[in-house]
């Protein structure tokens, strides 16, 4: 099992740049894709990123394409979405989930294990 808490989320104008944590308790961590998704008020949840078991493969919705870069470190049990040029649609609560997968995939419902989230808001 795998229990993921998020932290950096907070408020920030639009262009400039915020960094998500997401912080995994289990021994197993390393055997999951992590992926970040966001939900907006009234809105679906949709996939932002993902980042395969040993991190080296990547995926990342066209929205956030050259703005955002997951990462992780295996040995701290952490993973990382650097968000750049951030802008007014990326505000919604950011949520990290593990996959028990070593692809990193995109659909939701693959997803075995959820964090709280945590919100980013951007202002115009």
């Known amino acids: 099992q795998v229990q993921l808490v998020e932290s950096g989320g907070g408020l920030v104008q639009a262009g400039g740049s915020l960094r998500l944590s997401c912080a995994a308790s289990?021994?197993?961590?390393?055997?999951?894709?992590i992926g970040w998704f966001r939900q907006a008020p009234g809105k679906e949840r949709e996939f932002v990123a993902a980042?395969?078991?040993?991190?080296?493969?990547?995926h990342y919705a066209d929205s956030v394409k050259g703005r955002f870069t997951i990462s992780r470190d295996n040995a701290k049990n952490m993973v990382w979405l650097q968000m750049s040029s951030l802008k007014p649609e990326d505000t919604a609560v950011y949520y990290c989930?593990?996959?028990?997968?070593?692809?990193?995939?995109?659909?939701?419902?693959?997803?075995?294990?959820w964090g709280q989230g945590t919100q980013v808001t951007v202002s115009s």
């Open positions: 989930a593990a996959d028990w997968s070593v692809l990193a995939r995109k659909a939701s419902y693959l997803y075995d294990y």
């Open positions: 289990g021994r197993t961590f390393s055997s999951y894709a």
């Open positions: 980042i395969s078991w040993a991190g080296g493969s990547t």
